[in-house]
């Protein structure tokens, strides 16, 4: 399973479509470890670009703040399952909650 999570300085982006870059974080469900983690350098903001992009890099799940609803559409046609409403944080304390099933999501914090 790989997971991206949109950063900034480190942190989630609240915003997944004006990040910097995307932790892509490979994990093994059955030992609810984190593999390996690799920060990748964002393309330029274009719309229904990232779905893609992402999906070509074996994204399965995407945790993000906000993400307008078209995106979410895009991502569930690649594949990808798509978590909104997540608190700030590192992209490892939110893969590890992820893990664990103990991560809060909820609101998206994106209105368009």
Aim: contains cysteine.
């Amino acid at each position: 399973m790989r997971i991206a999570i949109p950063v900034a300085n480190g942190q989630l982006a609240m915003h997944f479509g004006h990040c910097e870059a995307f932790a892509l974080i490979d994990v093994d469900p059955e030992s609810n470890s984190i593999i390996k983690k690799e920060n990748v350098t964002a393309p330029d903001h274009q719309p229904g670009l990232l779905p893609r992009w992402l999906a070509e890099r074996g994204a399965n799940v995407i945790i993000a703040g906000g993400m307008g609803s078209r995106a979410q559409n895009l991502f569930a046609e690649n594949g990808i399952r798509v978590l909104v409403g997540a608190p700030g944080g590192t992209p490892e304390s939110l893969v590890s909650s992820f893990l664990s099933d103990t991560l809060e999501v909820g609101g998206n914090i994106c209105d368009h």
